[in-house]
Nanobody, 121 residues
Framework: QVRLVESGGGLVQAGGSLRLSCVASGPAFNLTSFNLSDMRWFRQPPGKQREFVARMIPRYNSTYISDSVKGRFTISGDNAKSTVYLQMNSLKPEDTGVYYC?????????WGQGTRVTVSS
């Protein structure tokens, strides 16, 4: 069982920045678990389907960013804290939505409760 807790959302003006955090924990979750995980960020704009934003595979130190946010968003992680971050710069109103953290460990999907980001024009 993996618990994901997102934070860092809020209201920001267009052009501003936010950093989202996702902390992974659980009864049997440890540093090795985090390293073996596939960590992702998704978002769900109002009235739309959930969409992929960014991905990080800690054991390979590899990252992937959706074309829609490339150049503005970066994903990073802190293995010691079992935390993945999403740094969002040059925010646009179309970035508004609920941002979800997703963890895939041992082929099981886990989701956080989401954190809301609102970008005003």
């Amino acid at each position: 069982q993996v618990r994901l807790v997102e934070s860092g959302g809020g209201l920001v003006q267009a052009g501003g920045s936010l950093r989202l955090s996702c902390v992974a924990s659980g009864p049997a979750f440890n540093l090795t678990s985090f390293n073996l995980s596939d960590m992702r960020w998704f978002r769900q704009p109002p009235g739309k389907q959930r969409e992929f934003v960014a991905r990080m595979i800690p054991r390979y130190n590899s990252t992937y960013i959706s074309d829609s946010v490339k150049g503005r968003f970066t994903i990073s992680g802190d293995n010691a804290k079992s935390t993945v971050y999403l740094q969002m710069n040059s925010l646009k109103p179309e970035d508004t939505g609920v941002y979800y953290c997703n963890n895939i460990l041992n082929q099981v999907d886990y989701w956080g409760q989401g954190t809301r980001v609102t970008v005003s024009s």
